[in-house]
């Protein structure tokens, strides 16, 4: 009886597939600068910890809310001017003595006033987007690394910090192609464990290294420990 148990045992793991892999987040984000700046403010207390509607870095703004609000003002000013240009060129029509010319004329005052209208809402546009990048807040995401400090000047492009979420994790594993139709109806196993969990992507494309194996991710949900190694098994 003991010679056939180990000889299911045997049998049973010729056919189990093992593989290794480091558990990671399931996504890493690199938070680059979309404008450029002074930096006035770095959290440097939140680095290494999970972000609670945290601010993360501000880059000066002070100009740009100025701006902003000048730019309110001249809206509204250009706005009226151009409901009385409007109103003028709408009585003016109403005059037959007034000639083709001047009726013209006032048209193109009209429509001058609605493209200073329109290039001052862009500009307001750009204001308000600017001073939105200019302010970096993190929901929950946990903050990775700092890459700027206070006085920093920063371009478009330049990396302010990165982040990573921790609800779940990801392993990834190199199966070669010839297995993959194989492991799609086995059970995984971490660490020795049984699991519910299913494969959640398997790349198509063969990998630029691994030119014989296809890919594969499968979502850890929940974990505890990031940056382990981990046995993959699928039995």
Same mark, same amino acid.
């Given at each position: ?5 180990? %000889? ?6 010729l056919f189990a597939y093992e593989f290794y892999a480091k558990l990671e987040p399931v996504n890493s ?7 450029? /700046? ?16 945290? @601010? ?24 009226q001017m151009l409901k009385i240009e409007e109103k003028n060129y709408n009585r003016m029509l109403q ?7 001047? @009726? ?10 609605? *493209? *200073?209208?329109a290039d001052i809402e862009v500009k307001i546009a750009n204001l308000q987007d600017s001073i939105k ?17 206070? /006085?920093?000047?920063?371009?478009? /492009? *330049? #990396? %302010?910090?990165?982040?990573?979420? %921790?609800?779940?994790?990801? #392993?990834?594993?190199?199966?070669? =192609? ?7 109806? @086995? *059970? ?10 299913? #494969? ?17 991710? =499968? ?17």
């Amino acid at each position: 009886m003991k010679y056939i148990f180990a %000889l299911f045992l045997l049998v049973n793991s010729l056919f189990a597939y093992e593989f290794y892999a480091k558990l990671e987040p399931v996504n890493s984000y690199e938070i680059k600068a979309a404008v450029s /700046g002074k930096v006035i403010y770095v959290n440097d207390e939140i680095e290494g910890k999970k972000a609670n509607n945290s @601010k993360i870095v501000e880059i000066d703004s002070y100009v740009d809310r100025i701006d902003l609000k000048q730019s309110k003002i001249k809206l509204k000013a250009i706005s009226q001017m151009l409901k009385i240009e409007e109103k003028n060129y709408n009585r003016m029509l109403q005059v037959s003595s007034k000639s083709g010319f001047e @009726k013209d004329s006032q048209k193109l005052k009209a429509i001058n006033y609605q *493209t *200073t209208k329109a290039d001052i809402e862009v500009k307001i546009a750009n204001l308000q987007d600017s001073i939105k990048n200019k302010l970096l807040k993190e929901k929950d995401r946990y903050i990775y690394n700092i890459a700027v400090k206070e /006085g920093d000047y920063v371009n478009p /492009g *330049t #990396l %302010l910090y990165e982040a990573k979420d %921790l609800s779940k994790g990801k #392993l990834e594993i190199f199966v070669p =192609i010839d297995d993959i139709e194989e492991i799609k109806s @086995k *059970t995984i196993f971490l660490d020795g464990k049984k699991s519910n969990i299913k #494969l959640d992507k398997v790349y198509k494309v063969a990998d630029s290294k691994h030119i014989s194996s296809y890919k594969v991710e =499968i979502i850890v949900p929940d974990p505890k420990v990031f940056s382990r190694l981990v046995k993959i098994e699928f039995k």
